[in-house]
């Protein structure tokens, strides 16, 4: 062992130094086909009014208001009944006084008309004719040209992800093509000799290398573009030449691995020196995830991230994610799913540093229960059971059972 982590920084200050780094600047064109989950460079205006023409709200018929003003049950108005309006044609016949015309939901409306009374408050007479037997008003059952969104409206804001229902208002204007800003590029580097890829068989002592294939997903997750660059050996040199150029590939770069304080973590080292000296952070006060370190080398954050995968995994989601969402172009960068529950057990947290607790959560009949799973950070079968995260601030020494509490859900 050399040396020890003697500065640990709060999570506030760690929070405080990322907002030093800046949103990407770059930009590219999408097709609606690969824009869910994007974010729109710039505001988005419809440049066509929609409805582009009256269309009925109603299954119904089209007549003008004014002669079914006085209609009601005892007193039913009589109408000509001239035609049928079929749907996605113009119609070619128009609405005279004493006419109406059959018309679907959605359908356009005959000139000459103004309003639909709907078919449930009518009754056929013969072929020809039909009785209304409810008063209409004008504008009654049509959506009017424009009426939803008028030319130039602004449908959607600039920095927010586009959801299904985003995608599908953006193709009824006709936009198919939209702005939107550049996925950041985020290099995975793995350190540790004792790994061995997920799809070969470990020899004695040797362990599978999982961070790199989580830490790839959350970054996809999180809206970055993951570049996976594979291992290094512990070995100062190579993980200073790899660093170096996994700096020039990407706008964010994680290391995993060999951020500990060991005779074989060199990436204190290796950051301290490809940054200038501009090693922000040396350890959290954050449990787990303590050993991690920030570095800005050439304004692009370098993290050296927890071997541990349970560590890896929370400071990536605690601290990394909102970083990642901020450089993506979205804001509010930060999307808590929060849900609230009672405790099952006592909890504690680590002293003096913000712990993030693992939990399951079961739903009963008085709402949710969140029970604790304990287990360190280097077993895998805590994550399995694990369906979301217990925050507990510094200096909260914990909670009881019973206590109710927000968690932060991870499925
Ligand atoms: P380190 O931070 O390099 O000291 O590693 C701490 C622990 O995490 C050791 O038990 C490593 O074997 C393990 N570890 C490091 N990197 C990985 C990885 N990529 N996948 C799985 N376990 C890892
Ligand atoms: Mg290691």
Redesign the pocket.
Known sequence: MGKTFLQLKSMEEARRLLEAFSPLPRTEQVTLREALGRIPAEPIETPEALPAFNRSLMDGFALRASDAASAKETAPVFLDLIGQVQMGLAPRQSVGPGQAMAIPTGAMLPSGADAVVMVEHTRPIGPESIEVCRAVAPGQHILGRGEDLAQGTRILPAGRRLTPLDLGALAACGLVTLSVCALPRVAIL???D??VDPDEKPGPAQ??????LTLAAQVTQAGGQPLRLGRVPDDASALLNATGKAVEQADMVLL?????V?VR?HTTTVLDKLSGGKLLLEGIALSPGK?TLLADIGGKPVFGM????ISSFVVFHVLVASLLRRMSGAHPPWKKQGLRGRLTENVESAPGRESWLRVRLEETREGWSVIPVRGGS?VYSSLAHCDALLRLPAGLEGHAAGDEVEVEVLR
Do not use: I
């Open positions: 793995s350190t540790g004792e790994l362990v599978r290398d999982t961070n790199a995993s691995g060999g951020s500990s060991g973590d050993p927890p071997g541990h995968p280097a």
